[in-house]
């Protein structure tokens, strides 16, 4: 799956919702102004598989399933297989680790283009300290991250999903065809209460740094005018990949 050249389509909607209906009602909202809708865990338990099908056969190829999947290899391998056509991305953990990632992606469904999820948005360098990270690392989430998504590249994967303040660091150790999601955005204009998010960057930034795609949720879902609040984001997509092209070499 090639990011396709118009913003808009850069841009994933996280679909954070408990309700399944209200879900679908702000996906045919936003079906002109996003180019992929994220089902996650919370959507997922509350919709189930049924839900997911409807969604793969009304958005085809259109689907981002994030459920971070993290079991053995025969597990995840197997949930793989079963994925209805029309989801374009899903995601696993890379602390499967590399002979995990290796089986799963040998026996995974063709098709559908599998991240692995490296280290959290939600996550501080304390958190990771916490967690007995090297400190080196912990202190330096970037080098966590590159060493987890070169883990990754060299198991097969199609990607990662990243924060975008790593995202520039994993495309010079991976190279530009190497996908990167990049969740944990954050327009300058939005403001969400309770923030859980760490590692944040806004959309321009984002995309400046390397990002393919990023992924988008409250700051969309929860204005006032979803609509105008995609085209804003997608505007700000623009400028970034504006900025990015002007820096590249000739």
Do not use: N
């Not at 290899?73 to 696993?92: D, W």
């Not at 790593?166 to 955005?185: D, L």
């Not at 740094?209 to 804003?232: E, I, K």
Request: hydrophobic share 45%; with cysteine; glycine share 8%.
């Amino acid at each position: 799956m090639t990011p396709a050249s118009h913003p808009k389509d850069r841009l994933i909607l996280a679909l954070d919702l408990p309700d399944p209906g209200r879900a679908r009602d702000l996906a045919r909202k936003l079906a002109e102004e996003v180019g992929l809708f994220k089902i996650g865990l919370e959507l997922f338990v509350a919709g189930g598989p049924a839900f997911l099908r409807e969604m793969a056969d009304e958005f085809p190829s259109r689907i981002f399933l994030d459920l971070k999947l993290h079991d053995i290899p025969h597990t995840v391998a197997s949930v793989l297989r079963r994925l209805p056509p029309g989801v374009a991305l899903t995601t696993v953990h890379a602390g499967l680790g590399p002979t995990g990632l290796r089986q799963i992606m040998a026996a995974g469904p063709a098709g559908v283009k599998i991240l692995a999820v490296t280290v959290l948005t939600s996550l501080s360098s304390p958190d990771l300290a916490a967690l007995g990270y090297d400190p080196r690392l912990a202190e330096a989430p970037r080098e966590l991250v590159v060493r987890q998504a070169r883990l990754a590249q060299a198991a097969g994967c199609h990607g990662v999903v990243c924060s975008g303040r790593e995202v520039a660091a994993v495309k010079a150790a991976c190279g530009p065809e190497f996908v990167a999601v990049c969740p944990g955005i954050r327009p300058a204009w939005a403001q969400v209460a309770a923030d859980d998010q760490k590692r944040t960057l806004t959309p321009e930034d984002a995309l400046r740094q390397g990002a393919d795609y990023l992924v988008v949720g409250r700051p969309v879902s929860r204005a006032p005018d979803p609509v105008a609040a995609a085209r804003r984001v997608a505007g700000e997509i623009a400028q970034g990949l504006a900025a990015r092209e002007a820096a590249s070499p000739a």
